[in-house]
């Protein structure tokens, strides 16, 4: 398996964008988490699905995030409109098999200009 | 209070030396904990988890958990200057079984030669 794959791996944009981040978990894994990273905050969980549906969305910061699972190879982190407050790394993980630990991907970092 | 909270750092330590990482916790009802080593630029990755009281080994690795006190460590013997990296120390979100985690704000390590 070629492990949590995500796009872009680096997204430069201008405030008022919409962004829009793409995440492939490893198949079988039945839970999808995203996080964002920063220095200032560390790592926090935005939002987590279990089986494509949303369980807990209270570490979205704003509305103007929003995230989708529309099936069990494919999840969305939208932004829109961006500002420079959300440059930031965002990750994608999933959790399921026989391991009991959570896989990263290798992120994309954003820059919101 | 942050749920998670670890030795701010950043810990520098000489090679072949013992570097000791350690982290607090306030949700009683986290079970599990995670170690995860994050290198510059790259995304955390799990090098040991938890779950019962006293010691765990893997390697130059030890983690130690005192459910009482609260209180995860995570000891590297030997150290290495490979092993300079970011610790993410983590606890399973009210002991939920299914990876929710909440990670403390890391504890940077530099290993000299």
């Known amino acids: 398996d070629a492990g949590v794959i995500q796009s872009p791996r680096h997204e430069v944009t201008e405030m008022g964008q919409e962004v829009t981040l793409r995440c492939k978990p490893i198949s079988g894994h039945d839970y999808l988490f995203w996080y964002r990273q920063t220095m200032m905050r560390g790592l926090e969980l935005l939002i987590y699905f279990n089986n494509n549906v949303p369980i807990d969305d209270s570490g979205m910061p704003e509305d103007r995030f929003s995230a989708k699972m529309p099936n069990a190879s494919f999840s969305t982190l939208k932004i829109q409109p961006s500002e420079p407050r959300d440059s930031a790394v965002y990750f994608c993980?999933?959790?399921?098999?026989?391991?009991?630990?959570?896989?990263f991907g290798p992120g994309t970092r954003l820059t919101v200009l | 209070q942050k749920e998670v909270e670890q030795n701010s750092g950043p810990l520098s330590v000489p090679e072949g030396a013992i570097a000791s990482l350690n982290c607090t916790y306030s949700?009683?009802?986290?079970?599990?904990f995670f170690w995860y080593r994050q290198y510059s630029g790259k995304s955390p990755e799990l090098i040991m988890f938890?779950?019962?009281?006293g010691d765990k080994e893997d390697g130059r690795f030890t983690a130690q958990l005192n459910k009482a006190s609260q209180y995860v460590s995570l000891l590297i013997r030997d150290s290495q200057p490979s092993d300079s990296a970011t610790y993410l120390c983590?606890?399973?979100?009210?002991?939920?079984?299914?990876?929710?985690?909440?990670f403390g704000q890391g504890t940077i390590l530099t290993v000299h030669p």
């Open positions: 949700d009683r009802g986290s079970q599990s």
């Open positions: 938890i779950y019962s009281n």
């Open positions: 983590a606890g399973n979100a009210g002991g939920t079984s299914y990876g929710k985690l909440t």
């Open positions: 993980a999933t959790y399921g098999g026989f391991y009991n630990e959570q896989f």
